[in-house]
């Protein structure tokens, strides 16, 4: 298996990463075995959609991702791929690190661990590596390799543990996005919800509140429930939610403070349940259909 990294840089964004053939070996079958790690650790599956975080034992995955890097092409081309320059600062630009092959079935595989500078080992400095019962300083740039995959590629079928992670390596845009300043406008002006002061709503809202109106937009829970409705859901709950009557509609009025606004915008997007055993009410961050 070849070594490439996936890099920041638009013009080049994968580098082969050249390796002696005795290294190339070993690196090959420590990637493999972090792949059989992954499996086995992680052998149930979900559909990635944004409002689930996966527990011990799943894994989450988006099917038909698009493989706009181009990373397949790399691993079945590892010849056309330019070599990365024995240069710190060229390291500095890489997200990530891949190996690939082809199975048995024919379906390409690239196994993907995270990267960034501080596994970068370089000269500059005063680093010592410890070599035949010695320490020695180190004159030439080197890289560590994480102990375990961030994602796997398998045909288009992308496989990942942690959203977060995954998004400082590829672009998940087209799968998952927060809401942009205009979507957070029209959030403001959807029937059934009053804003009285749209600016400061948009100057509110953090990555947590254009997750969540991004969440309740897909569900369309505004669309299918009437505010007052909501409205007397929440009380079961103990949360109070103000409506105003809007052009002869009644309709939720989004409060102006950023806790109040995560408490309504958590009910919306109906992260509270009463259980169903001893009826108590709870509140989650991640949930799942069944």
């Given amino acids: 298996m070849n070594l490439f990294a996936l890099t920041q840089g638009p013009a080049r964004r994968i580098l082969r990463i050249p390796l002696s053939r005795a290294i190339q070996v070993q690196v090959g079958a420590l990637f493999r075995q972090q792949e059989a790690d992954f499996v086995t650790s992680a052998e149930e599956e979900h559909a990635f959609d944004g409002s689930y975080t996966p527990d011990l034992g799943e894994s989450l995955v988006i099917a038909g991702y698009d493989d706009v890097d181009n990373i397949h092409h790399a691993i079945e081309h590892p010849l056309g791929i330019p070599e990365i320059p ?71 079928n992308l496989r990942f543990l942690s ?73 079961a709950f103990g949360i109070e939610i103000e409506t105003v009557q809007v052009n002869g509609r009644e309709a939720i009025s989004l409060p102006g403070a950023k806790a109040d606004l995560k408490m309504l915008l958590k009910f919306l997007d109906e992260d509270y349940y009463r259980s169903p055993i001893q009826g108590r009410n709870y509140v989650t961050n991640s949930k799942r259909p069944i």
Avoid: C
Wanted: proline content about 3%.
């Fill in 163 to 235: 959203f977060h992670v995954v998004r400082q390596i590829l672009d998940l845009s087209a799968y998952f996005a927060e809401a942009t300043v205009p979507e957070l406008r029209a959030f403001a002006r959807t029937a059934g919800i009053h804003v009285a002061n749209e600016e400061a709503f948009v100057a509110l809202a953090d990555t947590w509140v254009r997750k969540k109106v991004t969440l309740i937009g897909r569900n369309r829970i505004l669309d299918t429930v009437s505010s007052a409705a909501i409205r007397d859901a929440a009380l």
């Fill in 86 to 156: 024995p240069d710190p600062a060229a390291f500095e630009t890489v997200k990530a690190l891949f190996v690939g092959y082809r199975s048995d079935g024919g379906e390409p595989s690239a196994l993907i661990q995270g990267f960034n500078r501080r596994r970068i080992i370089s000269p500059t400095g005063f680093t010592l590596l410890h070599s035949a019962d010695t320490y020695r300083m180190v004159d030439s740039v080197g890289l560590t390799l994480d102990n375990r995959l961030a994602a796997m590629l398998v045909g288009t």
